[in-house]
């Protein structure tokens, strides 16, 4: 039943109108009293709905109804008038009234003009409807579509093998735009061809099919970058050495830079390829070029990584690499043999995977930025050298290199030394005994005490020889491991004291520089001191008359910094390397200056036995400078001045 809102000013018009509407299937509504008092509100009670207006233009103005039909535009109009005019009928017509009807009213004519409207309201509505699911239809076609694009989107991106993805993506074009086959063309970058590198359902000469990039149609869109569609009724030859009815080509791009080719084509089929198609292969063609990418990359990334895991297991050292973090990135078999851990060490700390104390002190010192390098024993026995590097950006690379080899026989040079130094001694000491005893036997001539004193001299210089090798034979062997807490500012003070008479007899400058706060050091004594002669005696001893030698003590992260600086003739930058080995004497000292060779040897193999670093520094003619970095104690308070 048709509800009927019935707008009439006349109560006794509006009375019969609605007497009339029950008889004839319809269902009066009268309007809100708000329409009375001139509101232009809803003319619709609240809750109520209405199926036709019946209105007449004496009981609410033209712009009020306007008002009623903006927010009521499924209700249709059915104008009641007493006489209808032409300005009257233009007004409705705006309105969008749907009938007219005239006094006097005739039921009939009452009835058919309502039913009129309701018919017309339902076709409205059934058009409406239809509309709707239409609309609905292609947005419900536009979100499958979407959904499929995401899904294979997702299976794209999320494929790591470059065979799948190539497959994945030709198949995929196929699907999206019902064509009958589909082929990948990549850009090779040393001919400047498109080659094939994937299709489906391709039945062309897939290995050899190349095209050129100046005259083909797939050129063209590698050139441009846009995509290209060919549509013809008409079997038409593309320059790809088949023929096709029609055809889309669109660029596959990463970075801004076009790299390949994807189309799909129809080669029996007619009919011609959509819009939407085209966006539909675009979009699948920038999901491919992603998936393309990342495939790539993870298989260069996998080469690399296969040669990088060939180098590792194969090379003879040990390697360690450590983050920033302290985290073990990788280890090969050489290393987890030295520390006796295995493989699955990777991403665990180094302080939980190195018992030497050393090497975990090595590590700590190369992630602060400092090299390193120290021995460390493996359980069968075999020595190995270590070095900490520090690298930028990643960490610290540990390596080890096998030096047992090397160990032995510096053993067994030195107990040759150690045995040979120990048997010239004695002929030595006799030599010089009776070289004194010369003297007493006779007065002896000018000549004769010249030649007496050369032997003097030269036995001297061999037993200090002796003694060098003997200390050198007793620090490397690790006879000297007696260490306790000492003062190294006290030990340099007294050391610098002990040459300053050296240095004035060749009216030299002999300074120190003592910082504040130096910690104490766990070492010995005497090694220390000698140490500290050999550097500062040699500073002195080749520096010119009249020079100047300076010693700066400073505390730096806890270390000892120890420098001795001279302006002598510097060291030869190609023999720099050299200076530390045994019997190595600069090219650039004269050979009338006194020296075994061994001095720096004994300062380098007293320093590592006190885990520091030792190195030169120097410049021809301007003068040297040594350097000595101890480890300090923590915590340890400076002696009292």
């Not at 009724?233 to 990463?254: G, Q, R």
């Not at 090798?469 to 000297?480: C, F, N, Q, S």
Request: aromatic residues 4%; glycine residues 8%; charged residues 25%.
């Amino acid at each position: 039943m048709a509800v009927v809102l019935l707008m009439i000013a006349d109560a006794v018009t509006r009375d019969l109108l609605e007497r009339g509407l029950q008889g004839g299937s319809f269902e009066a509504l009268l309007p809100d009293d708000t329409v009375w008092s001139g509101s232009r509100g809803n003319l619709l009670p609240a809750g109520a709905h209405a199926d036709i207006a019946l209105v007449d233009e004496a009981a609410l103005p033209l712009d009020v109804l306007k008002d009623f039909v903006n927010v009521n535009p499924h209700v249709p109009l059915v104008l009641f008038t007493a006489e209808i005019s032409k300005t009257v009928l233009l007004q409705a017509m705006r309105l969008g009234v749907v009938g007219v009807i005239t006094a006097p009213v005739r039921y009939e004519a009452l009835v058919s003009a309502l039913r009129a409207a309701v018919e017309r309201q339902d076709a409205i509505r059934k058009w409406a409807l239809e509309e709707s699911q239409r609309k609905t239809r292609t947005l419900r076609t536009q979100i499958d579509e979407l959904k499929t694009l995401l899904t294979v989107g997702r299976a794209l991106t999320s494929e790591l093998n470059l065979e799948e993805v190539l497959t994945a993506v030709a198949s995929a074009a196929v699907e999206f735009t019902g064509a009958e086959e589909s082929t990948l063309f990549l850009l090779d970058e040393k001919t400047g061809e498109l080659y094939l590198r994937a299709s489906h359902d391709f039945s062309g000469a897939t290995n050899a099919l190349r095209l050129r990039v100046d005259d083909t149609l797939a050129g063209q869109v590698l050139r441009t970058g846009k995509p290209l569609v060919l549509d013809s009724d008409t079997l038409e030859k593309i320059k790809t050495s088949y023929l096709v009815h029609a055809l889309i080509y669109v660029p596959l791009v990463i970075h801004g830079r076009v790299i390949g080719v994807l189309g799909v084509d129809n080669r029996t089929r007619r009919g011609n390829f959509t819009p939407r198609h085209v966006e539909q292969l675009t979009a699948l063609a920038e999901y491919a070029a992603v998936a393309l990418e990342n495939a790539q990359l993870f298989t260069e990334v996998q080469t690399e990584r296969k040669k990088l895991t060939s180098v590792m297991r194969n090379i003879k050292e040990g390697i360690v690499i450590v983050d920033m973090m302290g985290e073990i990135m990788l280890i090969n078999h050489v290393a987890q043999m030295v520390l006796d851990v295995s493989e699955s060490v990777a991403g665990e700390t180094y302080r939980n995977c190195c018992s030497s104390l050393d090497l975990r002190e090595g590590i700590r010192q190369g992630l602060e930025g400092h090299e390193y390098h120290t021995e460390i024993s493996a359980a069968d026995g075999r020595v190995f050298s270590v070095r900490v590097t520090p690298v930028p950006g990643v960490g610290a690379a540990v390596t080890m290199h096998d030096v047992t080899h090397f160990k032995e026989l510096d053993r067994l040079k030195s107990e040759f030394v150690s045995t040979v130094s120990h048997d010239l001694r004695s002929p030595l000491t006799a030599i010089l005994g009776y070289v004194e005893l010369l003297e007493r036997a006779g007065p002896l001539t000018p000549m004769q005490k010249r030649f007496v004193d050369r032997v003097r001299a030269s036995v001297e210089n061999i037993t200090a020889l002796i003694n060098d090798l003997l200390d050198l034979g007793r620090i490397e062997a690790g006879l000297d491991t007696e260490k306790e807490v000492v003062s190294i500012a006290e030990i340099v003070r007294y050391a610098v004291e002990g040459m300053k008479s050296q240095a004035e007899e060749r009216h030299q400058e002999l300074v120190l520089h003592m910082g504040e706060n130096i910690p104490m050091v766990m070492g010995n004594i005497v090694r220390l001191r000698q140490m500290l002669d050999n550097i500062i005696g040699n500073a002195t001893k080749y520096t010119g008359e009249g020079g100047r030698v300076e010693v700066t003590v400073e505390s730096r992260n806890n270390q000892v910094v120890i420098r001795v600086s001279d302006n002598g003739p510097g060291i030869p930058t190609s023999e720099q390397p050299y200076i530390f080995n045994k019997f190595f004497r600069a090219s650039n000292v004269a050979s009338e200056k006194p020296g075994t060779g061994l001095g720096l040897a004994i300062v380098k193999s007293i320093v590592d036995a006190h885990h520091g670093r030792v190195w030169v520094e120097s410049e021809v003619g301007k003068g040297t400078t040594f350097t000595v970095v101890l480890p300090g104690l923590e915590g340890s308070a400076p002696p009292e001045a």
